[in-house]
């Protein structure tokens, strides 16, 4: 005989196993701050997007780099600079790089008139 628990349990069971049949790829997110986190990038797997935020008011810019491995070496996508200052949007790029290709990405501070970057944090290593 059945129970009545028995069978919501067995139908929990099959959600939940359809859940795991259908589930989508993982999706990887960080974050990482130069010197200090008045300069932070962000990075989003689920369309590789990597945003540069600026979080003082100081003349400095805010800058971010991100690398992938492809092929056996790091290819480097460009610094991307966010001058827009402290009351400024975040500077946002899209990416296309292949799913579960490592990436890594730092941010710094530099100055936009002269291209100098400083004070950058360690890299943080990702997933696409």
């Known amino acids: 005989m059945r129970t009545r628990a028995g069978m919501v349990l067995g139908t929990l069971g099959l959600a939940t196993a359809a859940t795991l049949i259908t589930a989508g790829p993982a999706l990887a997110s960080g974050s990482v701050c130069a010197t200090t986190c008045a300069s932070e990038v962000n990075f ?14 100081d003349g400095k810019s805010a800058v971010g780099d991100l690398q992938y ?60």
């Open 44 to 57: 989003t797997s689920d369309g590789e997007y990597f945003t540069v935020h600026d979080y003082a008011s």
């Open 69 to 128: 491995y492809y092929n056996g070496s790091w290819h480097d996508e460009g610094w991307v600079w966010n001058s827009n200052g402290y009351s400024g949007s975040p500077v946002t790029k899209n990416y296309s790089i292949g799913e579960g290709v490592e990436v890594s990405y730092i941010a710094c501070f530099g100055h936009a008139s002269t291209g100098e970057i400083f004070d950058c944090g360690d890299w943080h290593y990702d997933t696409a």
